[in-house]
Structures are given as structure tokens and as C-alpha cells.
T-cell receptor, first 114, second 112 residues
Framework: NAGVTQTPKFQVLKTGQSMTLQCAQD?????MYWYRQDPGMGLRLIYY???????DKGEVPNGYNVSRLNKREFSLRLESAAPSQTSVYFC?????????????FGPGTRLTVT | QKEVEQNSGPLSVPEGAIASLNCTYS??????FFWYRQYSGKSPELIMSIYSNGDKEDGRFTAQLNKASQYVSLLIRDSQPSDSATYLCAVKVTEYGNKLVFGAGTILRVKS
């Protein structure tokens, strides 16, 4: 099992450009999440999908959109990148509806917006 | 008041000592608690989960939960330099449904 995979690992964008971060999991989890992590700010939830076909905003959704393509895949799109979106982005998945609720993280995408 | 609080550290301990990491939370209804380890430049890795009061041991790691006092701690016995990392506490907060709330993390440095 690969667990949670993310592509790309690194990306440099210019202000105003768009891109999509891809995430996939092979653990048959039903919930998936997108976080950003900035120095001194900890992990902040951008969007999440409790189950296939549903998505909800997290703490910092502005400037982002998501698509839950199927049970395995959850993508994050930046429509018009801004320097404030320079960050490390992590995707995670969990088996919701289960008492444990453990989240497992992908390796991350380091995004720089110039 | 933040929902999940941790001392940012750094916490420095000598090799072989016990490292004690603490976390407090504000939601009395929380049922699920997690500790993640994050090495510099890497993603968070789940190392312990605990759901009931008391201690849970896994190798050199012991998680302790006290719901009445609303704190959860992580003890690392026989600390090694390879344990040097940031440790994140996460809590499943009842009102937030299928989401975890993360603390900002405690930096641990184990000196050889």
C-alpha cells in the first residue's frame, strides 16, 4: 500500500497562475482533507470531504477550490495564485464513522508563489 | 483560548532521559486524541492514539489521558537523538464533526 500520495512534490508559480494539487489514497478511507502548514501557524484545514460527493470549507478556504473526484482522489485547485499561498500543503485521509478517526498524511507539496 | 494548546518549546532532554510532552484542550466532549511526530521537512506521522482515561503504552511511547483535567501527554522513555522532532497533539472536537484540531506543536531536542 502506498498510503496517501501527493503530486507534485515541489512547485513554483507566478502570481496569477493556476494549478491543481493532486491527492490519492489506497486505504479505502472515506474522509479526505487538505491542510496548509506555515511557520508558526501550525496545520490549518483548508477544505475537507467527509465522504465521496461532499466537500466542506475548513478554517482557511479563501482562494482555493476542491474536487472529490472519487473515493480515492481529492484535488485542491488554486485559481489565481497569490504570494500568501506560499506554503506546504498536506493531504490526509481517515476512516470516518469509526471511533478512532486517525488521519494519515501524504508527503506534502511545497509551493512557492513569486 | 485556543482549543488545543501545547508549549512550543524547545524541550531539551539528554539522551536516555524521559521526555514529557503536554497538551491541553478546551472541549470537554472530546473523545479521541492523537500524537503526531513531524521531522523537519517531512509530513506528520501518527505515533499514538488514545480514547479512554489512563495510560496507553507502545514501545518507548506512553500516552496519558485525563479527561477530567482536559489534558493529554506523551512520554518518551530512553530518548534518542532520532526522537528530535516536532510533536503535534490533535483532538477530535465534537462540534467540528469529522475534523481534528491540531496544536501548534512542541519542538523536542534530544542531546547526545
Amino acid at each position: 500500500n502506498a498510503g496517501v500520495t501527493q503530486t507534485p512534490k515541489f512547485q513554483v508559480l507566478k502570481t496569477g497562475q493556476s494549478m491543481t494539487l493532486q491527492c490519492a489514497q489506497d486505504m479505502n478511507h472515506n474522509s479526505m482533507y487538505w491542510y496548509r502548514q506555515d511557520p508558526g501557524m501550525g496545520l490549518r484545514l483548508i477544505y475537507y470531504s467527509a465522504s465521496e460527493g461532499t466537500t466542506d470549507k475548513g478554517e482557511v478556504p479563501n482562494g482555493y477550490n476542491v474536487s472529490r473526484l472519487n473515493k480515492r482522489e481529492f484535488s485542491l485547485r488554486l485559481e489565481s495564485a497569490a504570494p500568501s499561498q506560499t506554503s506546504v500543503y498536506f493531504c490526509a485521509s481517515a476512516l470516518s464513522g469509526h471511533v478512532s478517526y486517525e488521519q494519515y498524511f501524504g508527503p506534502g507539496t511545497r509551493l512557492t508563489v513569486t | 483560548q485556543k482549543e488545543v494548546e501545547q508549549n512550543s518549546g524547545p524541550l531539551s532532554v539528554p539522551e536516555g532521559a524521559i521526555a514529557s510532552l503536554n497538551c491541553t484542550y478546551s472541549d470537554r466532549g472530546s473523545q479521541s486524541f492523537f500524537w503526531y511526530r513531524q521531522y523537519s521537512g517531512k509530513s506528520p506521522e501518527l505515533i499514538m492514539s488514545i480514547y479512554s482515561n489512563g495510560d496507553k503504552e507502545d514501545g518507548r511511547f506512553t500516552a496519558q489521558l485525563n479527561k477530567a483535567s482536559q489534558y493529554v501527554s506523551l512520554l518518551i522513555r530512553d530518548s534518542q537523538p532520532s526522537d528530535s522532532a516536532t510533536y503535534l497533539c490533535a483532538v477530535k472536537v465534537t462540534e467540528y464533526g469529522n475534523k481534528l484540531v491540531f496544536g501548534a506543536g512542541t519542538i523536542l531536542r534530544v542531546k547526545s
